[in-house]
């Protein structure tokens, strides 16, 4: 099994960054991407993608994030960060990290971290 812990996020102001980590531990070979989805307070939201960094190192981001997030990681490693920059108020959610498998999908979410952003 793979087992995520993720740190970073915390209380910004709009324009500010911060930067998001994950490591992975276990059964870390079953790993072929990872990734980052967040999901806002408001109610009826749902868990909606980020950014994710394949093991062959390819990207893919949401449209909201481009140019302002870049994912970064070593999945034969089983680590992932999230460079949040021009960081607004409707970024603000709690961040999850998640493992995926080619053939299994998703096999472990992390606990999240909240990011807070203040206008």
């Known amino acids: 099994q793979v087992q995520l812990v993720e740190s970073g996020g915390g209380l910004v102001q709009a324009g500010g960054s911060l930067r998001l980590s994950c490591a992975a531990s276990g059964t870390i070979f079953s790993i072929n991407a990872m990734g980052w989805y967040r999901q806002a307070p408001a109610p009826g939201r749902q868990r909606e993608l980020v950014a994710v960094i394949s093991s062959e190192g390819s990207t893919k981001y949401a449209d909201s994030v481009k140019g302002r997030f870049t994912i970064s990681g070593d999945n034969a490693k089983g680590t992932v960060t999230l460079q949040m920059n021009s960081l607004k108020p409707d970024d603000t959610a709690r961040y999850y990290c998640?493992?995926?498998?080619?053939?299994?999908?998703?096999?472990?979410w992390g606990q999240g971290t909240q990011v807070t952003v203040s206008s």
């Open positions: 998640n493992a995926e498998n080619r053939r299994y999908g998703v096999i472990r």
